[in-house]
């Protein structure tokens, strides 16, 4: 009997990156690739937080319009997600797939109403929701039992749209974008090896960065004029580390590391530019702001062990880590970066057929204020900040 009664144990993988570092969604797994002969899956998740702080003008909206309810409400909306994947093995060498999935993407709602001499009137509003899907497709070539080099192309489609309002957002009040969806195309390699009479198995693999040329519809303040241009956005580049190995006959530990390069992502639509030039003499710190951008690139990092409870039945835990991406607190960052806890398990209905499931618990990190750095709408504390990440899949040999 090999250790560990080698099960093939696929942990689930969870989009688990929300309001964590940038835009990261899905950690653009290649795992269903890698499992042995033709194989297919199917997986449903979703995210369910509550992310709130205060507003930071307290002193400006007590003195001005008497406000006393300072908290900005829940600043993460339920997302869902799906993944998909289909492996051939064409014959002992030669290896081909096509795996879907929403790398990348933001959805945020803010809607700043409190009580006032005004009444219950909208003070501060941020609708922005960036959206992304990938097509993956991949060739392997297996020189031996243990190895297997790929490579391949990702099709990407990215498009969203921004909308600000409010006196606190200065010069910005008012603005909006529509990012119309542009489709574009990256490439992918990576390595693997494993020693299947010990059940392990370590993969490393790194995507390009891809390059979008979106057509944007802008709506600037104060003018009131409409500016129509193709803005230059590129999601980054990557590296996914993954590992699993058997530590006894029934027993299984596995994790991955995932950077991103997200230090040199930006959005900078050129009629954001254009309300910019104009108080660039007494406000040089404006040149280098943009949209949407991040300071620091990011690291995760998850590990757990799987357990063999009976012959159909397997159980999970796991621990999942973020680094975030350093930039200072605001209703669009109020979180860097999070850790977490998360319990799965699988069934097999068949040798050919299971269906996995589980939940994780993220408890975030606050962002830290930074008064010397311009931001869209900072927040001076954050009250609530957790979330609950839930998933299903389906699997298939055949």
């Not at 040199?264 to 949209?291: E, M, R, S, T, V």
């Not at 057929?353 to 975030?364: A, K, P, T, V, W």
Request: glycine residues 8%; charged residues 15%; contains cysteine.
């Amino acid at each position: 009997m090999k250790p560990a009664a080698y099960f093939a144990f696929t942990p689930l993988c969870l989009a688990l990156h929300t309001h964590a570092a940038a835009l990261e969604r899905s950690g653009q797994s290649i795992l269903p690739f890698l499992e042995p002969g033709n194989y297919t899956e199917f997986s449903y998740g979703a995210v369910e937080g509550n992310l709130s702080g205060e507003n930071s003008n307290k002193e400006q909206l007590s003195q001005a319009l008497k406000v006393t309810d300072f908290s900005t409400g829940n600043l993460i909306e339920d997302f869902f997600f799906v993944q998909g994947a289909v492996k051939w093995q064409l014959n002992p060498q030669i290896s081909a797939g096509l795996l879907f999935d929403q790398p990348y993407g933001i959805k945020l709602n803010y809607d700043y109403s409190p009580e006032s001499i005004l009444g219950h009137e909208q003070l501060e509003a941020i609708n922005i929701q960036l959206k992304s899907r990938n097509i993956t497709a991949l060739m392997g070539y297996q020189p031996t039992e243990r190895w297997n080099i790929y490579s391949g192309l990702a099709y990407q489609s990215f498009a969203g749209h921004l909308n600000l309002f409010g006196q606190s957002f200065y010069v910005f009040n008012g603005y909006s974008v529509e990012l119309k969806s542009d489709d574009s195309v990256g490439w992918l390699t990576g390595i693997s090896y494993q020693i299947p009479e010990i059940a392990f198995r370590a993969n490393l693999i790194y995507r390009s960065e891809i390059n979008h040329k979106n057509q944007a519809e802008e709506s600037l303040p104060l003018s009131g004029s409409i500016v129509s241009d193709t803005t230059k956005i590129t999601t980054p580049q990557s590296v996914n580390l993954d590992f699993m190995s058997a530590v006894s006959m029934h027993n299984l530990i596995y994790g991955s590391v995932r950077w991103v390069d997200w230090s040199d992502f930006k959005i900078k639509p050129n009629g954001f530019n254009q309300i910019i030039q104009p108080y660039l003499a007494y406000l040089p710190a404006l040149a280098d702001f943009n949209l949407i951008d991040y300071q620091s690139d990011q690291w995760s990092a998850k590990i757990g062990i799987a357990q063999k409870l009976n012959e159909r039945t397997f159980a999970s835990l796991e621990t999942v880590w973020d680094s975030g991406s350093d930039n200072p607190a605001s209703t669009i960052n109020p979180a860097n970066g999070y850790h977490g806890l998360g319990t799965g398990f699988r069934y097999q209905f068949t040798p050919n057929n299971f269906f996995s499931g589980g939940i994780y618990y993220l408890r975030f990190r606050p962002s830290k204020a930074d008064n010397n750095t311009i931001t869209l709408n900072s927040i001076s504390t954050l009250d609530h900040k957790e979330a609950w990440a839930y998933g299903i899949k389906i699997g298939h040999y055949f």
